[in-house]
């Protein structure tokens, strides 16, 4: 009996708050106005988004400074157009009431999963209402709202009327509203002249406009989508095979951006697609946000202009049709300056270009985030991997020539049914060979063949592991690139290379690169702000050790001369270029500790420049654009890299040999525990190897290989090297070269003896008084000089007798003062003498 009332009370609730829910959805839905679409070209879009400068006060970008659109009849925009649209935004279109309620079940879900509003099941009467009336906010009133009026908006208007209103209402990005408006802003054309290819393009952008934009850095994605949609329109029969086939292979020429009052154009875009990546299109479209963002506005102008005049000499010199810049603060990886090519608002077509088709210079590509080769430049990443194993720049190895594929014989011939192209033996930028280098001259001078040898000592995969750790995401593919990395077999982006030097010059710490200062919304509230992100990515030392390598212009001079344009005299700068294979990219990328800058040169279609190196062509730009910009910073110098003991000769720079023992400088026999320090040298029994004799690839600090043939690239090194020691006379020694006898006059019994003598003699001197101090010595060998010293304060060097002096006695009462005299004879054995003086009152 007690269930059954339960029952009924339950039923009767649910029956109630159902009633509720559908008198107040009624009443809603009663009272809710249909919106009127009659007036569209008059519109305004308000809540514009602003960027700024760093200062906050320049304004970068408006982003609705310059709305387009223009409405057109529905009979004007070609069937397919329209078809592609439905196909990829809302399949069901003429099927629904408004809604979708599947999508609508699907995005709840994901929704309650996730814990925020990310899915909306937007039909394209939806996506209607919500870009026409309603705010970008993600609420669930909001969205009730827009489902109530999609639904009111299907009973008062057909198909065709929503389907026009939303084709010219909906944003296609570049401030283009409506498919009038993109068909001019992409196609340079009417709508109504639109290809099936170009019509799959616009109804691609349709769900970020920001993100699929065919000027952005996801073209393939766009790519992806327009073929998505032609295979759409096949399967359902709305074109033919023989049209599907055309599309799909037709080479869509987009027209020139042209985007009216913006300030650093490459950068600002930048923004707005990351501010769309976070925030959504909504947001930003009509959340009126303001960004201050990370840009010194006063360089960017500055070095646009320069860029600008550099490309001309660059063209007409050495085919050079395309520069980027970018330069990062290495202590916050906040972007100081970004300029994508060489000016954003030329147009190329002169030159025979059509932007979007292999062109040598497409100027509203940002070059600073496309991936390119980068040439030398990688070495200082592939360097510090090896610091990480226990080599140093100190280790040397051979600049010779070398045959790095195991499939070939030293003198590069492939072994029985191997492709002669598997055959790989790099040169030099100079094609020398210099014999044995230390790594610090081989990275300043980038010798390839060294670096190579680097890059295998190693490890290709530690080697990208470093870079990573550095902020570079493009090096996938480890198997793809092997020993031709280290010169520049991957490709990487300029903005994260020219961030992950700043590693180098901040002590090891990475910092991502940011371009935001501060976001707020249209009502003031900040939705972010920078902090600082860094993280100890590399060791210091290390860290200092490039440092190091890369700013000693002496070291870098055999190859570039003293005063190339790598140099900068008025302060330390650290730099390394990079020019690819047949000289289709050059880089230069060279920092302070305060100011990190990296340029580019080359053409956006891959084509070669004529052949010169990177310290020819950008190395100019960049030495121009770092003088203007550091003539507004402090100076500030690197941090020294501490000195790295190792037992092992051949890691500390010694080629000649591995078995080392010490002599006498004097005599030439074995050096003993009472040879002075600085008589003693350094020998080796002269063997000439290559690096791979003595050491274990994996564990360079340990014993030498039992058997270095083990080792696969053994064999080629070592013919290469030992061809070279014969060759300049290098002949092996044996442990017969070793001295017998031991030094024998460096011993404590031959050792000089002595005593301070003091004039007066007493126990006590009072404070003011002046001794004399007299050094009585003798020795076997003759007196050479005595060092005398008061406490730890160096006195004076005596190097003929009579050793005598006056000294004054001055202190506090019953403190001591020590004298001590350090007697060496002409062999440099030596005794250290003292006396104590108490200080009396006056």
């Given at each position: 009996?007690?269930?059954?009332?339960?029952?009924?009370?339950?039923?009767?609730?649910?029956?109630?708050?159902?009633?509720?829910?559908?008198?107040?959805?009624?009443?809603?839905?009663?009272?809710?106005?249909?919106?009127?679409?009659?007036?569209?070209?008059?519109?305004?879009?308000?809540?514009?988004?602003?960027?700024?400068?760093?200062?906050?006060?320049?304004?970068?970008?408006?982003?609705?400074?310059?709305?387009?659109?223009?409405?057109?009849?529905?009979?004007?925009?070609?069937?397919?157009?329209?078809?592609?649209?439905?196909?990829?935004?809302?399949?069901?279109?003429?099927?629904?009431?408004?809604?979708?309620?599947?999508?609508?079940?699907?995005?709840?879900?994901?929704?309650?999963?996730?814990?925020?509003?990310?899915?909306?099941?937007?039909?394209?009467?939806?996506?209607?209402?919500?870009?026409?009336?309603?705010?970008?906010?993600?609420?669930?009133?909001?969205?009730?709202?827009?489902?109530?009026?999609?639904?009111?908006?299907?009973?008062?208007?057909?198909?065709?009327?929503?389907?026009?209103?939303?084709?010219?209402?909906?944003?296609?990005?570049?401030?283009?509203?409506?498919?009038?408006?993109?068909?001019?802003?992409?196609?340079?054309?009417?709508?109504?002249?639109?290809?099936?290819?170009?019509?799959?393009?616009?109804?691609?952008?349709?769900?970020?406009?920001?993100?699929?934009?065919?000027?952005?850095?996801?073209?393939?994605?766009?790519?992806?989508?327009?073929?998505?949609?032609?295979?759409?329109?096949?399967?359902?029969?709305?074109?033919?095979?023989?049209?599907?086939?055309?599309?799909?292979?037709?080479?869509?020429?987009?027209?020139?951006?042209?985007?009216?009052?913006?300030?650093?154009?490459?950068?600002?875009?930048?923004?707005?697609?990351?501010?769309?990546?976070?925030?959504?299109?909504?947001?930003?479209?009509?959340?009126?946000?303001?960004?201050?963002?990370?840009?010194?506005?006063?360089?960017?102008?500055?070095?646009?202009?320069?860029?600008?005049?550099?490309?001309?000499?660059?063209?007409?010199?050495?085919?050079?049709?395309?520069?980027?810049?970018?330069?990062?603060?290495?202590?916050?990886?906040?972007?100081?300056?970004?300029?994508?090519?060489?000016?954003?608002?030329?147009?190329?077509?002169?030159?025979?270009?059509?932007?979007?088709?292999?062109?040598?210079?497409?100027?509203?590509?940002?070059?600073?985030?496309?991936?390119?080769?980068?040439?030398?430049?990688?070495?200082?990443?592939?360097?510090?991997?090896?610091?990480?194993?226990?080599?140093?720049?100190?280790?040397?190895?051979?600049?010779?020539?070398?045959?790095?594929?195991?499939?070939?014989?030293?003198?590069?011939?492939?072994?029985?049914?191997?492709?002669?192209?598997?055959?790989?033996?790099?040169?030099?930028?100079?094609?020398?060979?210099?014999?044995?280098?230390?790594?610090?001259?081989?990275?300043?001078?980038?010798?390839?063949?060294?670096?190579?040898?680097?890059?295998?000592?190693?490890?290709?995969?530690?080697?990208?592991?470093?870079?990573?750790?550095?902020?570079?995401?493009?090096?996938?593919?480890?198997?793809?690139?092997?020993?031709?990395?280290?010169?520049?077999?991957?490709?990487?982006?300029?903005?994260?290379?020219?961030?992950?030097?700043?590693?180098?010059?901040?002590?090891?710490?990475?910092?991502?690169?940011?371009?935001?200062?501060?976001?707020?919304?249209?009502?003031?509230?900040?939705?972010?702000?920078?902090?600082?992100?860094?993280?100890?990515?590399?060791?210091?030392?290390?860290?200092?050790?490039?440092?190091?390598?890369?700013?000693?212009?002496?070291?870098?001079?055999?190859?570039?001369?003293?005063?190339?344009?790598?140099?900068?005299?008025?302060?330390?700068?650290?730099?390394?270029?990079?020019?690819?294979?047949?000289?289709?990219?050059?880089?230069?990328?060279?920092?302070?500790?305060?100011?990190?800058?990296?340029?580019?040169?080359?053409?956006?279609?891959?084509?070669?420049?004529?052949?010169?190196?990177?310290?020819?062509?950008?190395?100019?730009?960049?030495?121009?654009?770092?003088?203007?910009?550091?003539?507004?910073?402090?100076?500030?110098?690197?941090?020294?890299?501490?000195?790295?003991?190792?037992?092992?000769?051949?890691?500390?720079?010694?080629?000649?040999?591995?078995?080392?023992?010490?002599?006498?400088?004097?005599?030439?026999?074995?050096?003993?525990?009472?040879?002075?320090?600085?008589?003693?040298?350094?020998?080796?029994?002269?063997?000439?190897?290559?690096?791979?004799?003595?050491?274990?690839?994996?564990?360079?600090?340990?014993?030498?290989?039992?058997?270095?043939?083990?080792?696969?690239?053994?064999?080629?090194?070592?013919?290469?090297?030992?061809?070279?020691?014969?060759?300049?006379?290098?002949?092996?020694?044996t442990a017969a070269s070793i001295p017998l006898d031991r030094d024998n006059i460096h011993l404590p019994e031959l050792a000089p003896r002595g005593e301070i003598v003091l004039v007066p003699s007493q126990d006590n001197y009072p404070s003011g008084a002046r001794i004399r101090i007299r050094i009585n010595s003798e020795s076997y060998y003759p007196i050479d000089q005595i060092d005398v010293f008061k406490n730890s304060e160096f006195i004076g060097s005596y190097k003929s007798t009579p050793f005598e002096f006056s000294m004054d006695i001055n202190g506090e009462s019953g403190k001591e003062i020590k004298i001590s005299a350090t007697i060496y004879d002409n062999v440099r054995n030596k005794t250290v003498i003292e006396k104590n003086?108490?200080?009396?009152?006056?």
């Open positions: 009996m007690i269930r059954s009332k339960q029952k009924r009370k339950l039923i009767l609730a649910i029956l109630g708050a159902s009633l509720l829910l559908f008198f107040v959805g009624a009443w809603i839905f009663a009272t809710t106005t249909v919106p009127n679409f009659g007036s569209l070209d008059q519109r305004k879009i308000i809540q514009s988004t602003k960027i700024y400068d760093r200062t906050g006060q320049i304004l970068l970008y408006d982003i609705h400074g310059d709305v387009q659109r223009t409405v057109v009849p529905l009979d004007q925009i070609p069937k397919h157009v329209r078809d592609a649209t439905i196909a990829m935004e809302d399949q069901n279109f003429y099927s629904h009431y408004g809604i979708s309620p599947t999508s609508i079940i699907r995005a709840f879900f994901v929704n309650l999963f996730s814990g925020e509003i990310k899915q909306g099941g937007s039909t394209i009467t939806q996506q209607l209402i919500k870009n026409t009336f309603l705010t970008p906010d993600k609420t669930l009133s909001r969205k009730i709202k827009e489902i109530i009026l999609s639904m009111k908006v299907e009973l008062r208007y057909s198909k065709d009327e929503i389907l026009g209103f939303y084709l010219n209402e909906v944003p296609y990005g570049q401030s283009a509203y409506g498919i009038e408006a993109a068909s001019q802003t992409y196609f340079g054309k009417p709508a109504k002249d639109l290809t099936i290819a170009e019509g799959a393009y616009l109804a691609s952008m349709l769900q970020a406009p920001t993100r699929y934009s065919p000027y952005g850095s996801h073209r393939d994605e766009l790519e992806s989508r327009k073929n998505i949609i032609l295979n759409r329109l096949y399967d359902g029969k709305m074109i033919s095979r023989e049209q599907y086939e055309e599309s799909k292979n037709e080479q869509v020429v987009f027209a020139g951006k042209i985007i009216g009052g913006i300030r650093a154009p490459h950068f600002s875009l930048y923004i707005r697609e990351y501010l769309v990546e976070k925030y959504g299109e909504d947001v930003v479209e009509k959340g009126g946000l303001k960004v201050t963002t990370t840009l010194n506005w006063e360089w960017q102008e500055k070095l646009e202009e320069l860029i600008k005049n550099a490309a001309v000499q660059n063209e007409r010199n050495f085919s050079a049709y395309n520069e980027g810049l970018v330069a990062t603060d290495p202590k916050t990886g906040q972007i100081l300056v970004m300029i994508g090519s060489r000016d954003y608002f030329m147009d190329p077509r002169p030159e025979g270009c059509a932007p979007g088709i292999d062109c040598k210079f497409d100027p509203q590509v940002n070059m600073t985030l496309r991936s390119r080769q980068p040439g030398s430049s990688f070495k200082p990443f592939v360097y510090a991997t090896s610091f990480k194993r226990g080599y140093s720049p100190n280790t040397v190895l051979f600049d010779t020539r070398t045959e790095f594929s195991t499939q070939c014989s030293p003198w590069s011939v492939p072994d029985p049914g191997v492709d002669p192209e598997k055959c790989y033996n790099p040169g030099n930028f100079d094609d020398k060979f210099r014999g044995p280098v230390t790594l610090k001259d081989a990275l300043a001078q980038s010798v390839n063949i060294v670096a190579v040898k680097v890059l295998y000592l190693a490890g290709t995969k530690d080697s990208i592991s470093t870079a990573r750790d550095l902020g570079i995401s493009t090096l996938t593919n480890p198997e793809r690139y092997g020993l031709t990395l280290v010169l520049g077999g991957g490709e990487v982006k300029l903005l994260e290379m020219t961030n992950a030097y700043g590693a180098f010059a901040n002590g090891g710490f990475y910092t991502p690169h940011t371009p935001i200062l501060k976001i707020e919304d249209g009502n003031g509230s900040i939705l972010e702000e920078y902090h600082d992100q860094r993280t100890q990515a590399l060791d210091t030392n290390i860290a200092n050790q490039i440092n190091d390598m890369l700013v000693d212009n002496s070291a870098r001079a055999p190859a570039f001369t003293e005063n190339s344009p790598m140099y900068i005299p008025e302060r330390p700068v650290a730099v390394k270029t990079g020019t690819t294979q047949d000289t289709r990219d050059t880089w230069i990328i060279g920092y302070t500790p305060n100011i990190v800058m990296g340029v580019w040169a080359g053409n956006n279609d891959n084509s070669k420049m004529v052949k010169k190196v990177a310290g020819l062509i950008v190395a100019p730009i960049w030495n121009a654009a770092m003088h203007e910009v550091i003539k507004d910073l402090p100076v500030e110098e690197f941090t020294p890299p501490e000195i790295q003991e190792t037992d092992k000769p051949v890691i500390r720079g010694e080629w000649k040999g591995n078995q080392e023992y010490k002599i006498d400088k004097l005599t030439g026999k074995l050096a003993t525990e009472y040879t002075p320090e600085e008589l003693i040298e350094k020998k080796v029994i002269q063997e000439v190897h290559s690096i791979l004799y003595w050491v274990d690839k994996n564990n360079p600090l340990g014993p030498a290989p039992s058997n270095p043939n083990n080792d696969p690239q053994f064999k080629n090194w070592e013919a290469s090297v030992r061809e070279w020691a014969l060759s300049h006379g290098y002949f092996d020694e003086i108490r200080i009396s009152g006056s």
